[in-house]
């Protein structure tokens, strides 16, 4: 079995952190590179786009792969191009919530409609962290960010369910506590022919924690005590939403042209 020196070798540039001290990015960013390593994908065939935000930083620079780094909310379009005109490639999209969801929350719809051959990993701190913490799309009702300093008057909503609802083939929810689940969930979604997203739960102590008095590792401890394996469960299900087979884009646009006598 392969060292995390071993890992840290093979997957991630020796590049300065841009994370702050206990930030969940470095520990999506293991999850990534174990389950490329345990999938046995060659990282010559992995192309990792990303947007704007703490997030986006995870795979550009951090990953021993080839990397995109795009526009704020667009890293799924430029993804989609990428698969689109190599449909060989392994494409990755790490993106923040904000990014992901609020940005970028329509080519998300539609990349899951047309069920392209991505795997999203949106990284949810349930805030925009890296421009100083304002609300997003995945903060909570009543909740306290920079631009809701009296809590938030507008609701969360449940992104795993919308990207369901939109068609994707994969969708599940981890958090940086499951860090099993997590490398596991992204074999399959690697595996998945189809729109695979995952929402990883991380935790950001500098935004978030300090402003409910928790460190990094007591945010660990929240995800740990308020998620459940349990979809009858009063807590927050953690674990897969739906994997099914659907017409995936790339191929039905390959068929077509071979259809129509081009190559
Ligand atoms: S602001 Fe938050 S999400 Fe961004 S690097 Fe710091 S801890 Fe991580």
């Not at 786009?49 to 704020?72: E, M």
């Not at 940005?103 to 899951?112: P, R, S, V």
């Not at 962290?129 to 009702?141: I, N, S």
């Not at 401890?221 to 674990?239: A, C, I, L, R």
């Amino acid at each position: 079995m392969i060292t995390a020196e071993e890992i840290r070798e093979k997957y991630v540039r020796n590049h300065p952190s841009p994370f702050c001290p206990g930030c969940g990015g470095g520990m999506v960013l293991n999850a990534m590179s174990r389950a490329v390593e345990s999938a046995g994908i060659d990282k010559k065939d992995v192309v990792a786009v990303s947007g704007i935000g703490c997030a986006a930083w995870i795979p550009s620079p951090h990953w021993r792969v080839d990397t995109l780094h795009t526009t704020h909310g667009r890293a799924v379009a430029f993804a989609s191009g990428v698969k689109i005109a190599d449909r060989d490639l392994e494409v990755m999209v790490v993106s923040g919530d904000g990014d992901c969801a609020g940005i970028g929350g329509n080519h998300l719809l539609h990349g899951a409609r047309n069920n392209i051959d991505l795997n999203v990993i949106m990284v949810n701190n349930g805030l925009y962290a890296m421009t100083g913490g304002q609300v997003a799309p995945t903060t909570e009702h009543d909740e306290k960010t920079l631009t809701t300093p009296y809590g938030n008057p507008a609701s969360s909503f449940e992104v795993a369910e919308v990207v369901k609802a939109a068609g994707a083939s994969h969708v599940a929810r981890w958090t940086t506590y499951h860090m099993k689940e997590l490398v596991k969930e992204v074999e399959k979604a690697v595996d998945t022919k189809g729109f695979s997203f995952i929402e990883v739960l991380a935790q950001c102590p500098t935004r978030k924690g300090k402003k409910e008095g928790m460190t990094g590792i007591e945010m660990l401890e929240w995800y740990k005590e308020n998620t459940s394996k349990d979809q009858d469960s009063e807590k927050m299900y953690v674990g897969t939403f739906c994997d099914v087979e659907r017409p995936e884009l790339t191929e039905e646009i390959y068929r077509q042209i071979e259809r129509l006598g081009g190559e």
